[in-house]
């Protein structure tokens, strides 16, 4: 794919672009948990978005995403372009002179084989990328974190999404064979190492190759019902800011004063988190069993209180469920679409694997695509 990306800057504007690449993330457990100020397990993944960019000296910029086969003149005096894939770009660079930054004309390519709306963050590894490339190639000074709330904002401000900063923040911070434990309030972070191999399992990713786009999707309306359930609760509390700080209890007792829809959307998040902070415990130990179990309750929490899975998700998690050889499986990322990831004993894994691929096409007419992940690097330069 780096080759690919710097033949294509080559016979477009010439020698001489340096290469950067920028990672998708799966995330073990705590969904929809970060703009709620909670906690996420993402690990970045061995699949990246790759751009190739050289300053140009001039005023308007020079475009070209590989996977769209097209490409655009940017100049960031004037309005946002009209295709999407170039709003990201667009965005970061406004975002970075929203921050003071100045940002020369640049030519680019980029591309990439982060799978597009199958819940890897294709967007947040796009959005980390071209920031990562800018910061390093214009000395703009930005750290990695305010890299990542850049990319976050980008999504907020050009794409129309209010995601959290959990994509953006395991694109940039991910490490080989490491997860991503963060607390989204504080944005305190430790890397723990995660080796699933060493206790016997393996972990998949089954894609249902249904495509959900965030943005015109019920991602934003989740936020809000999770907004309006802090509303009530900070009436009758103080100090309480976002769902991080709301236990059961208080969720109970304010509970006839909301929405029953709004009553079910919090209670997940509070429970998610409670779920990744035993998960977690559970991990350090080393216990896999219990770990599976908090997944799987997971799931049962997005699909049922949630409402963010969909049939196919549905559908391979109940083959998940029972199959004595899958310790734990859930949809992962914002939902509606996209994949699931399952920890599997490794003795298991192939008769596995071959009786979703067989159900799954019974049921649908396709198979899944099947994706091993490799947890690794986050955002870097390519020498
Ligand atoms: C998307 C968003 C993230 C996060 C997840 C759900 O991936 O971009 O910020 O909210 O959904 O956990």
């Known amino acids: 794919m780096k080759t690919k990306i710097l033949e294509k800057f080559k016979t477009l504007y010439g020698e001489g672009a340096a290469c950067y690449a920028s990672p998708g993330r799966v995330n073990l457990i705590g969904e929809h948990t970060d703009y709620n100020m909670g906690f996420v397990m993402p690990g970045a993944i061995d699949k990246a978005i790759y751009v190739a960019i050289k300053p140009n000296g001039g005023t308007i910029s020079h475009v070209y995403s590989v996977d769209y086969d097209e490409a655009v003149d940017l100049d960031f005096t004037g309005e946002k372009p009209a295709q999407q894939w170039a709003c990201y770009v667009f965005g970061v660079v406004k975002e970075m002179e929203e921050r003071g930054a100045k940002v020369p004309a640049f030519d680019m390519t980029f591309g990439g084989d982060v799978p597009l709306g199958a819940g890897l963050s294709s967007s947040a590894a796009l ?18 974190e305010e890299l990542a709330k850049i990319g976050q904002m980008t999504e907020h401000h050009y794409i129309g999404v209010r995601c959290g900063i959990m994509d953006q923040f395991a694109s940039l911070f991910g490490e080989k064979g490491k997860i991503v434990r963060l607390d989204c309030r504080s944005l305190e972070y430790k890397l723990e190492p995660f080796n699933p191999e060493a206790a016997g399992c393996k972990v998949v990713l089954f894609d249902t190759q249904v495509k959900h786009t965030l943005a ?22 103080p100090g309480v800011e976002s769902l991080r700080d709301v236990t059961m209890e208080m969720l109970d007792q304010y509970k006839d004063e909301m929405d029953e829809v709004v009553y079910r959307r919090c209670s997940f998040v509070i429970n998610e988190n409670q779920r990744l902070l035993d998960g977690c415990a559970a991990l350090e130990q080393g216990d896999y069993v219990t770990f599976g179990q ?3 309750g997971s ?40 994949c699931t990831i399952n920890i599997v004993k490794a003795e298991a894994y192939d008769a596995y694997v071959a009786e979703i691929t067989e159900k799954f096409e019974k049921e649908f007419g396709r198979k899944p695509r099947v994706i091993e992940v490799v947890i690794s690097q986050g955002a870097h330069k390519i020498e």
């Open 127 to 144: 959005e980390s990328a071209v920031g990562f490339a800018l910061n390093d190639t214009f000395n703009l000074g930005f750290t990695r």
């Open 216 to 237: 015109s999707s019920e991602y934003n309306v989740r936020r809000a019902q999770c907004e309006a359930g802090v509303a009530v609760v900070a009436k009758h509390v």
């Open 294 to 296: 908090k997944v799987y």
């Open 299 to 338: 799931h049962e929490g997005l699909s049922k209180w949630y409402e963010v899975s969909c049939k196919e998700l549905d559908f391979l998690v109940d083959i998940a469920r029972k199959n004595p050889g899958v310790l734990g499986a859930r949809m992962m990322g914002g939902g509606f679409g996209g």
